[in-house]
């Protein structure tokens, strides 16, 4: 079935070094796509999101790119910080078909850890 | 303002018993969004309500699970005869209308089923 993935499960970076965190999805047809950041015990908090007509868009200290032509989506952290450290989604979603479509799909996550 | 909340934060139940969760979305969130998390995955779409209309429930595993709000607010999760499978969080997320929205997502209920 069609769906979100991540190339690296596990990333450690130093604390300061930027960080890059990359996923790939398969639906053409989705249109909407949100990082999202999991700490231990927590519920996903929102990041940033992006919509298909951008291929970029910056945040505070992040920044999302999209590459609709290789179906490819990361996730930029400059500056990584120890709070930093957790686990990243990223989730798309395409538009409704009737009343269906509204949920977001997952991946199944990047561990950031930053090292002092 | 006040988040998504979500009651009890952990329940243990033995196997067999039946459960329900309750979910408080943001004030004025049209839609509301209940997911399944296991150990070391992403969530994953249970069902979904706008207003007091459950418009998709395709996630749902099984007919044990239900999921009813009632007045449009306040959700309830209900698992009946619930079996060690079942075992999971189980995440509410709210958003402002409907698709193409950012979720808010709460902190989830950790059920465990023994």
């Known amino acids: 079935g069609e769906s979100v993935g991540l190339h690296l499960p596990t990333l450690s970076v130093q604390e300061g070094d930027n960080s890059i965190i990359n996923c790939a999805y398969s639906?053409?047809?989705?249109?909407?796509f949100i990082w999202y950041k999991q700490e231990s015990g927590k519920g996903p908090q929102f990041i940033i999101d992006?919509?298909?007509?951008?291929d970029k868009r910056q945040g505070q200290r992040v920044t999302v790119l999209l590459n609709k032509t290789v179906k490819h989506l990361s996730l930029q952290i400059a500056a990584t910080q120890p709070g930093d450290s957790a686990v990243y989604f990223c989730?798309?979603?395409?538009?409704?078909?009737?009343?269906?479509?509204?949920?977001?799909?997952f991946g199944g996550g990047t561990r950031l850890m930053v090292k002092p | 303002g006040a988040g998504v909340s979500q009651s009890p934060r952990y329940k243990v139940a033995k196997r067999g018993q039946d459960v329900a969760l309750r979910c408080d979305p943001i004030?004025?969130?049209?839609?509301l969004f209940w997911y399944q998390q296991a150990l070391g995955q992403g969530p994953e779409f249970l069902t979904y309500?706008?207003?007091?209309?459950?418009?998709?429930k395709s996630g749902l595993p099984s007919d044990r699970f239900f999921a009813e709000r009632p007045e449009g607010s306040v959700s309830t999760l209900k698992i009946q005869r619930t079996q060690q499978e079942d075992s999971a969080v189980y995440l509410c997320?709210?958003?402002?209308?409907?698709?193409?929205?950012?979720?808010?997502f709460g902190p989830g209920t950790r059920l465990l089923v023994l």
């Open positions: 992006i919509r298909s007509n951008m």
């Open positions: 004030s004025g969130h049209v839609s």
């Open positions: 989730a798309e979603n395409k538009p409704p078909n009737n009343n269906a479509g509204n949920m977001l799909t």
């Open positions: 997320a709210s958003s402002l209308a409907g698709n193409q929205e950012t979720q808010y």
């Open positions: 639906n053409s047809a989705s249109d909407y």
């Open positions: 309500f706008q207003n007091e209309a459950q418009l998709d």
